[in-house]
Nanobody, 121 residues
């Protein structure tokens, strides 16, 4: 079993900052790409930022230059530092990780339960 637990969401004013964290735990042999997705009310889930196992990163155009994704492999944790937040960043943010479990030869994707980020004055 693999669990992803996000934290750090909340209410912030426009222009403010938040840092999200996601801890991956369980029967883990190795971890591949990790990242963040978000889903606003009435919209489809979209990719926000991804960090590969080697540290390469990818961002959605709407957050590039404002958000920074990083990972701590020793802690099996991925972070999303969000700055200059806008009302349109309001959404549920979901952590995703590609994991190889002990005894398995395959990589599978896992999701966290989501953390709500609300940007409003």
């Amino acid at each position: 079993q693999v669990q992803l637990v996000e934290s750090g969401g909340g209410l912030v004013q426009p222009g403010g900052s938040l840092r999200l964290s996601c801890v991956v735990s369980g029967n883990i042999f190795g971890t591949g790409a990790m990242g963040w997705y978000r889903q606003a009310l009435g919209k489809q889930r979209e990719m926000v930022a991804i960090v590969g196992s080697g540290g390469s990163t990818m961002y959605a155009p709407s957050v590039k230059g404002r958000f920074t994704v990083s990972r701590d492999n020793a802690k099996n944790t991925v972070y999303l530092q969000m700055k200059s937040l806008k009302p349109e960043d309001t959404a549920a943010y979901y952590c995703n990780a590609v994991v190889r479990t002990q005894g398995s030869s395959s990589l599978d994707g896992y999701w966290g339960q989501g953390t709500l980020v609300t940007v409003s004055s």
